[in-house]
């Protein structure tokens, strides 16, 4: 399985990014996916996830309302769509692909990691 996230770069804070994440090597939509980040120092964390058809997301408390996640099948991809950016977004971002099609959040339970992307905000 080879996951490849794409989007990063840098912008002020309250704008927007969107990253994206394509998949191959097994089938997409069979899985769950999700973003998580990691600053220098410190654990990678939650951002979100979808489940293998898109029914149920699930975001961590500090992106709500701004991050969207979203995935289409049929491309083989997976979207996050950042609007209202802060500094504290500031971090390397990942796609990883769950080990079935739950809805997961932990990030042991997901088994295939992009290489990520690093998204940073300005003040």
């Known amino acids: 399985v080879q996951l490849q996230a794409s989007g990063g770069g840098l912008v002020q804070a309250g704008g927007s990014l969107s990253l994206s994440c394509a998949a191959s090597g097994r089938t997409f939509s069979r899985y769950t996916t999700g973003w998580f980040r990691q600053v220098p120092g410190r654990e990678r964390e939650f951002v979100a996830a979808i489940s293998w058809n898109g029914g149920s997301t699930s975001y961590a408390a500090s992106v709500k309302g701004r991050f969207t996640i979203s995935r289409d099948n049929a491309k083989n991809t997976m979207y996050l769509q950042m609007n209202s950016l802060k500094p504290e977004d500031t971090a390397v971002y990942y796609c990883?692909?769950?080990?079935?099609?739950?809805?997961?959040?932990?990030?042991?339970?997901?088994?295939?990691w992009g290489q990520g992307t690093l998204v940073t905000v300005s003040s």
């Open positions: 990883a692909q769950s080990k079935d099609w739950i809805l997961r959040t932990n990030r042991g339970d997901f088994d295939y």
